[in-house]
């Protein structure tokens, strides 16, 4: 899966892998993933086509410094 043109691990928890994505910490992750309604627990490769677009659509509506 790809957001803000970076290749997020399939393989990895989602509250890590987001952290791969320039001014996403863990908290953010966490927060974001909250907000969503998806497991922290849930890997990149367990989600709907929904849930990706929303995750997407989500993470680069944050502001970035940089």
Do not use: C, W
Not at 18 to 38: C, F, M, N, P
């Amino acid at each position: 899966m790809r957001i803000s043109g970076i290749t997020v691990a399939d393989n990895k928890r989602l509250e890590t892998a987001l952290t791969a994505v320039y001014g996403i910490g863990r908290k953010l992750s966490q927060k974001i993933l909250d907000e969503l309604s998806i497991l922290h627990g849930k890997k990149a490769s367990e989600l709907t086509p929904d849930q990706e677009n929303f995750l997407r659509k989500r993470v680069e509506s944050e502001k970035i410094e940089g």
